[in-house]
């Protein structure tokens, strides 16, 4: 009986006890949440501490700096908000209910710059990289991806003509030089030397290069150095947003238009997304006397990304199309031997012109698709894995000067040769993070290629399939003074091909295997001096067309006869480098020696090739042991903090080791003086400057005897000018920019462009840049608080 009414006592204390029970519990479920949004530049500040004191609660904001503090009772408390480089915020908040709250602390240092500096940091290895400035990024939109890359030194272009170029690190290019567009070996017919990358320099934030073998990290084909074209990160912060730039050229015409749109959701600040399209029309460009006949061109490009990024686990995927119109040099081409030797001597082309927007043949057109996605998931507080896959699809179709004698051919107006190339790429990476003092990763990779052609013979059909793996491991004193990094590396490749002989199918196959390796160092001397020197050596295959090519190379206006017996080059690549800067004086030192064994390189022949299609140079691919060493030397003075004078200097000396010879098409020494005033902010005009260089190119003097069939082009000198500006037009900042390259209008021929055969390079062109970015939508409870 005693045990009953205690039951009933305690069924009655509880039904009356609970509701406020129940109340209690409600009013400490609530949160707290908002973002951590830099006063000044509205960035986001990532792992900021947002905390109350009583009762203790602590969070960090993820990546987007958003923060929820839990299970808060209802009442008034005193929030307080920290991050590095910031002073401490706080703000007196009731809590009746979920509330949202942001803090804007006041950061002391430009965030760019702790991101770059961060960013840096994590990559940082001992081969020389360097990156385009943001001055020379602006200064070279609307100009391809050769030309831009050549604002760093120790870089030039390999040219065919004014509108094909392709980039040139350390006398190396081609298949030579690895770029990576957007984490993704670029795989299109690289191998021509009038095969310019297909890739829209709009798209990438950071273009930088990579001197020096790096065969460990991305494989076969690394020998030269590594281009990367990374686009700019995914927005971070809720709200709409983009880019617009506008490009307009004097020499040819030449106009682009490219835009930036990109996204982040308030309610889901994981997922983001960016949409990219540029257009662009040239028309014959013109040197100081005469217009190069059908030297057009036309482009449009466009890409998308989409990823859902969690500071553990993420997925983004990526879609671009490059397509573009080139017209080829029309007095390139000639009928027969006597027009062309009498090219060879004219001072002027053979055929004449006026400007046109017409595009005729000879002519290229080409197109590339990538599809790119990757996922990565943290392994613990050890590290990181990642997944990458990519699709590439290229397709190029070349159309002779003259169509087929046969009307009804010549009306279907076909391609005399077309290359369509398919890609597949993998790889899989496990980077980890410091332990011992030693971070590193370990990874491999695959790729599956096939080849087909249609019309005249070049390239026969062909399939590769490659596989590697990798194992790179960095060693760090505790002083962060002294870093050793080292690696290895091992490659299989194997192809064949499909041909008609004798009229019989042949499909001989290779296979080739190798290992890589490289030892590095990184020694900081103290803050303001920094050593790197690095050991490494790289390998790589023939190509399909080194080996087997047969026939005109219509772009080059050339005979090319690949050697079937060639075998692999094998590289051992030592550079060192010096970083030197103090707040008036800066030093950069890059010095390398690259020893080649069985080194590939086309040999003109002297005797030229009389075909049905007319008549044109000859060369022959062959194989010596080369050694290519040089330096680059860059040197940053201010006089003033308005008053700056950046010098350039980068000298190759390429040698024959196998004739004592020197080798043939490889860049003279180059030097690069300019001085530049940057003036005072004011209200609404900021970062404005002014400069003035000269580029001076030497003769180059150091090629075989009797072994092309002209004499290299005498030395010039290029006086540019450039300025430019931000305007802030009530609350919207544009970038006005002007460049005048060749001012002089400077009559000229380059050593490294295909076409000095028979025409001088481009005059005077000078150009208006116009960059607007701009905001659609902000959500208020981020930033009008």
């Not at 500040?45 to 602590?58: F, G, H, T």
């Not at 273009?207 to 084909?221: E, H, Q, S």
């Not at 002027?348 to 595009?359: C, H, K, R, T």
């Not at 087929?404 to 980890?432: M, R």
Request: proline residues 4%.
């Amino acid at each position: 009986m005693q045990k009953t009414i205690q039951y009933i006592v305690f069924l009655v204390l509880f039904l009356l006890l609970f509701p406020w029970t129940a109340q209690a519990q409600d009013s400490c479920s609530y949160q707290l949440s908002g973002y951590v949004i830099d006063e000044h530049n509205r960035l986001p500040l990532s792992n900021s501490k947002v905390y109350i004191k009583e009762p203790r609660k602590v969070v960090f904001a993820d990546s987007t700096g958003y923060f929820v503090l839990p299970d808060l009772c209802s009442g008034t408390y005193e929030v307080y908000c920290k991050h590095i480089g910031c002073d401490a915020v706080s703000k007196t908040i009731t809590i009746e209910g979920n509330t949202e709250q942001s803090f804007y602390p006041e950061h002391h240092v430009d965030i760019d710059a702790v991101y770059v500096i961060a960013k840096k940091k994590a990559e940082e290895i001992s081969l020389a990289t360097r990156k385009l400035s943001e001055k020379d990024k602006n200064e070279t939109k609307g100009l391809s991806l050769g030309d831009g890359l050549t604002r760093l030194n120790g870089v030039r272009k390999l040219s065919t003509g004014n509108n094909i170029s392709k980039p040139v690190i350390h006398g190396l290019h081609s298949n030579r030089i690895l770029i990576l567009n957007n984490g993704v070996r670029q795989e299109g017919q690289q191998w021509g030397n009038e095969h310019a990358p297909e890739i829209d320099p709009f798209i990438a934030d950071e273009l930088a290069v990579v001197k020096g073998a790096n065969g460990v990290r991305y494989g076969p084909d690394a020998i030269g150095g590594v281009i990367l074209v990374n686009p700019k990160e995914l927005r971070k912060t809720p709200g709409i947003g983009g880019e617009l730039n506008l490009v307009g050229f004097t020499n040819g015409f030449q106009g682009n238009a490219s835009a930036t749109l990109d996204g982040n959701s308030n309610k889901f600040p994981a997922f983001r997304w960016r949409l990219q399209g540029t257009m662009k029309r040239g028309g014959n460009v013109k040197s100081p006397d005469y217009y190069l006949k059908n030297t057009g061109s036309k482009e449009y490009n466009f890409s998308a990304a989409v990823a859902y990024l969690k500071p553990k686990y993420g997925i983004d995927f990526f879609y671009s199309q490059f397509n573009t119109d080139i017209g080829i040099f029309s007095a390139s081409h000639f009928g027969n031997l006597t027009d062309l030797q009498q090219a060879f001597e004219a001072e002027e082309p053979l055929e004449s012109a006026n400007f046109s927007y017409d595009i005729d043949r000879p002519r290229q057109h080409i197109e590339h698709e990538l599809f790119k996605t990757k996922a990565y998931l943290k392994t613990g507080k050890k590290g990181k894995v990642s997944l990458t896959y990519a699709r590439q699809y290229n397709k190029r179709l070349e159309y002779d000067k003259h169509p087929p004698l046969n009307d009804s051919l010549a009306n279907l107006n076909l391609p005399a040769l077309q290359f369509e190339l398919t890609t597949h790429t993998g790889e899989i990476v496990w980077k980890h993070v410091r332990m011992n003092s030693f971070k590193g990763s370990v990874g491999i990779n695959g790729m599956y290629q096939g080849n087909t052609y249609k019309g005249r013979f070049f390239i026969p059909n062909f399939r590769k399939i490659g596989a590697g793996i990798f194992w790179i491991e960095n060693w760090k004193s505790k002083s962060a003074k002294l870093e050793i990094e080292s690696g290895v590396r091992f490659d299989n490749i194997y192809q064949r091909v499909y041909m008609w002989q004798g009229g019989n199918i042949i499909s001989p196959a290779q296979n080739y295997m190798n290992m890589s390796g490289t030892v590095g160092v990184i020694y900081k001397v103290n803050k303001q001096f920094t050593l790197r020197s690095n050991a490494g050596t790289a390998w790589r295959p023939p190509n399909i067309n080194e080996l087997f090519s047969n026939g005109l190379h219509h772009g080059a206006a050339s005979i090319e006869i690949g050697d079937s017996t060639l075998v692999t080059e094998k590289a051992i690549n030592l550079s060192v480098s010096a970083d030197y800067k103090r707040k008036r004086l800066s030093i950069v030192f890059d010095a390398y020696s690259n020893v080649i064994n069985d080194f590939i390189y086309l040999k003109p022949t002297l005797v030229p090739t009389l075909t049905i299609k007319g008549a044109f140079p000859t060369f022959v691919h062959d194989q010596v042991n080369a050694h290519l060493r040089g330096v680059d030397l860059t040197l940053n003075y201010a006089f003033t903090k308005e008053f700056r004078l950046t010098s350039k200097a980068s000298i190759l000396r390429a040698v024959n080791q196998t004739t004592r010879e020197h080798l043939v098409m490889m860049p003279a020494d180059r030097f690069e003086n300019s001085l530049e005033y940057n003036f005072k902010d004011i209200e609404k005009v900021k970062k404005a400057y002014v400069s003035v260089s000269m580029a001076s190119v030497l003769k180059q003097t150091r090629v075989p005897e009797d072994m092309d069939y002209a004499n290299p082009p005498e030395g010039y000198s290029l006086l540019n000018f450039a300025a430019g500006m931000d305007i802030s037009l009530k609350e919207q900042s544009i970038s006005i920019g002007i460049s005048v390259n060749n001012l002089l209008n400077t009559r000229y021929r380059d050593y490294l462009n295909r076409f000095r055969y028979f025409a001088d390079e481009m005059g005077r062109n000078i150009s208006l840049r116009v960059k607007v970015p701009f905001t659609l939508f902000t959500p208020k409870s981020i930033y009008n608080q």
